[in-house]
């Protein structure tokens, strides 16, 4: 930011400067040139840093940043905030050593930002090694929080929208719900884009709704709008380089999730009741986990995929999310209204030696909620033949069908605009084009060996894993890209069971200890989806 810019955007006038000392004033003049400077060392220093009294919290519509280090990360990835010109200052003084100060601003680019601080004047270790005389002290932030302008459309969640988009077809048991539909899916009168604006340009209009589309429009629920997904649903990140990465309200410094991203940002936020998404290798329960929803990846083949942008037609599965148990049923009655057997489930069973692939905090929460379930079980419950290395297998049958089978939906399109995905989802691409016919061939024959094993396994029963290996990364992961990979790699060995073996999985949100969403997932046998949202429920009261 230039000098002149900073100069105009502190105003040195209060409304009321009479209450405040002219220290704190100072402060609070200093703070705002530095924002407009991203002047991050002195904004570090203006937030209080004692780590051994009430942390410091910074909170905006995103959510909260708790702690000195926290917010400094925050800002430093940032690159510096919006221009803006003081409108109004009010301060209100609550004792000798405490201020609270709301602003307003008139934001550069239009709207208003009311921005609210706690002042407290430090006499302790901070005050005397800034140079300040302990009797003295001097003025920190000890809590603030930033109310910005409501953006029309969030792009990084929402490719296009409407009030609604498409209404309900009829009244229904979903009258009422909005529905975040991923841009995989056929919309009638939209194109799909699958993440990618020049795949969009491209694509023609759909004369049509997918079929879970209109499913959900006749059981009464309305189309709030198309929602962002990872390039070609290829990634578990979340992050879309030409849209952004959804925001994560539950984690504010972390991803989202992927790829249904779009539709569990939505849902997480309040924007729609359902996120209609997909899964191939965890990309409902992925997002389900980081972001503290319910979800659900149906058993292949039992919901019609027509309609939908294929990533990998063995392993594509229709899925969803909500915030609560009860709307994840209600949409799965609306989607597969067909009666399921008697005793579609018997029992259940756990698999201790798969414990070792959850980081500590996601394993000491998922461990807590299995020891709970375990001791209410009447019956007893068994525990699964399922190793870290048999899992090492069920994913190299799975790379090789899936590599194969998303060059084959995707590569001629693809070989055509090398230059337009990210380079990631590129890379990705080059690797499946070299995965020959006969590679593919014996992968499906060793696909259906491993499917029968692991459906063998699990027999009638619900297996309970971890749903993902780690708390969702950070948005910046300051160069740590082993430690992000590691966790990757673990998460797509606990989904290969569902993934390899067909069958319908559950994420029931949990809590690590720090109050970061992580899950545990419900994997059940085939056809047996809506039993399994019950006893999930159940396993929750």
């Known amino acids: ?23 704190l004033r100072k402060a609070i003049e200093r703070y705002e040139r530095a924002l407009m400077a991203n002047d991050t060392d002195v904004l570090s220093e203006l937030f209080a840093d004692n780590p051994d009294d009430i942390p410091v919290v910074r909170s905006d519509g995103a959510g909260m940043r708790v702690g000195h280090t926290a917010i400094t990360a925050f800002r430093a990835k940032r690159g510096g905030a919006p221009a803006r010109r003081l409108h109004r200052r009010i301060a209100r003084r609550l004792d000798a050593d405490n201020a609270v100060v709301v602003s307003e601003f008139d934001k550069a680019a239009g709207g208003r930002v009311i921005q609210t601080q706690v002042w407290t004047r430090l006499r302790d270790g901070e005050a005397i090694a800034n140079g300040a005389a302990a009797a003295d002290g001097v003025w920190r932030i000890v809590a603030a929080h930033l109310t910005y302008p409501a953006p029309a ?76 997904t990872d390039e070609f649903a290829y990634s578990l990140a979340g992050a879309n380089v030409h849209y952004g990465t959804p925001p ?117 929460a998922f461990e807590a909620f299995r020891d709970a379930v375990v001791a209410k079980t009447a019956a007893g ?87 993902a290996s780690s708390v969702a990364p950070f948005l910046v992961n300051n160069g740590d890209v082993t430690a992000v990979e590691h966790a990757r790699a673990q998460t797509l060995r606990l989904t290969s069971i569902a993934g390899v073996g067909g069958l319908p999985a559950v994420n029931i949100p949990l809590e690590t200890a720090d109050g970061l969403p992580c899950g545990a997932c419900l994997v059940g046998p085939a056809g047996s989806d809506k039993a399994l949202i019950e006893l999930a429920k159940d396993l929750v009261r």
């Open 153 to 228: 459309l969030d792009r990084r969640v929402w490719r296009v929208a409407g009030d609604p988009l498409v209404p309900a077809a009829k009244q229904g048991p979903l009258t009422g719900m909005g529905v975040a539909v991923k841009d995989l899916y056929a919309v009638a009168g939209q194109r799909i884009g699958a993440g990618n604006p020049d795949f969009l340009a491209d694509s023609p209009v759909c004369e049509a709704n997918a079929d879970a589309v209109d499913m959900l429009r006749d059981a009464g629920a309305s189309i709030v709008g198309i929602a962002q």
């Open 381 to 467: 419950v068994d525990n699964a033949g399922f190793t870290p290395h048999m899992l090492d297998e069920l994913l190299a049958v799975f790379q090789v069908v899936r590599g194969y089978e998303a060059w084959r939906a995707n590569g001629a399109w693809i070989s055509r605009h090398w230059d337009s995905p990210a380079p990631e989802i590129a890379e990705r691409f080059r690797h499946d084009a070299t995965i020959g016919e006969d590679d593919y061939r014996r992968g499906l024959d060793r696909l259906a060996q491993a499917r029968t094993l692991v459906r063998g396994i699990i027999g009638r029963r619900a297996l309970l894993i971890p749903s």
């Open 1 to 23: 930011m230039t000098g002149s810019k900073a100069a105009h955007a502190v105003k040195p006038a209060f409304d009321n400067a009479d209450v405040l000392d002219p220290a």
């Open 248 to 364: 994560n309200p539950k984690a504010p410094d972390r991803i989202s999730g992927g790829s249904s991203s779009g539709p569990a940002s939505a849902v997480a936020l309040g924007q729609a009741a359902i996120g209609l998404g997909t899964d191939t290798a965890g990309s409902i329960r992925i997002p389900s986990a980081y972001q503290g929803l319910w979800g659900i990846r149906t058993t292949h083949g039992r919901i019609s995929r027509n309609g939908i942008h294929p990533l990998s037609d063995s392993f594509d599965t229709v899925g969803w999310m909500t915030r609560d148990a009860q709307t994840l049923g209600f949409a799965a009655r609306a989607l597969m209204p067909e009666r399921e057997p008697a005793g579609a489930i018997e029992g259940l069973a756990i698999a201790t030696e798969l414990d070792g692939l959850a980081e500590h905090d996601v394993r000491e």
